[in-house]
């Protein structure tokens, strides 16, 4: 698995930990993420194995930073929203530590709505919980409103995760809104 040393958290992050990894620094490999049908978390996780993310409707346990602000929705739920300043953000929210298998693969898929940053996306990362060093592909994700998922293979030394979701460094539009929510982490690909 490739390693990389990531200056700043600004983006959709599963954080790695119990690592024995080299921190030396490399240029990261980019992809895409996949945008899906589904809109609840419940109906992903119907589609595969056990949602590892608790709390997915209500956020509840993760950390906001950088501006990010819980905000209820429909049915008691909760979405994490941050609005736009015009100037790149570096804004980020994150869960708890999840246990992993090591060497197996993962999926992490949110609802977002990227559709007012311009310049560098959000994106989805594989880290240690430190969150300064990032594990295998970034996955972007951008246009219109949806379900975004990136799959990973988790490294063969490493058995906790860390989900995070950000800005990555792109500049949302002055007073618009990035919201995030519905987190799924499951084993295997959907």
């Not at 080299?22 to 809109?39: F, H, I, V, W």
């Not at 346990?61 to 008691?76: C, M, S």
């Not at 197996?104 to 060093?133: C, E, G, I, Q």
């Amino acid at each position: 698995m490739v390693q990389y040393r990531v200056s700043c958290a600004l983006a959709l992050f599963v954080c790695v930990s119990a690592c024995a990894g080299n921190t030396k620094p490399a240029s990261p490999e980019y992809g895409l993420a996949t945008r899906m049908d589904q809109r609840t978390a419940a109906v992903v996780s119907k589609a595969g194995s056990k949602n590892l993310v608790t709390d997915s409707d209500t956020l509840g346990g993760w950390t906001l930073d950088g501006g990010f602000v819980l905000r209820p929705v429909a049915k008691g739920g909760k979405e994490a929203e941050l609005t736009g300043t015009g100037v790149p953000t570096g804004a980020d929210i994150y869960s708890g530590v999840i246990t992993v298998k090591p060497g197996a693969k993962y999926t992490f898929s949110v609802w977002a709505d990227p559709s007012h940053f311009s310049k560098s996306p959000p994106m989805l990362m594989v880290m240690k919980p430190s969150r300064d060093v990032a594990y295998g592909v970034e996955f972007h994700f951008s246009g219109a409103p949806g379900r975004f998922k990136g799959t990973v293979t988790i490294p063969n030394d490493v058995t906790q995760v860390r989900l995070d979701v950000g800005g990555a460094g792109g500049t949302l539009a002055k007073k618009q809104k990035f919201r995030v929510s519905q987190p799924v982490f499951m084993a295997g690909s959907i």
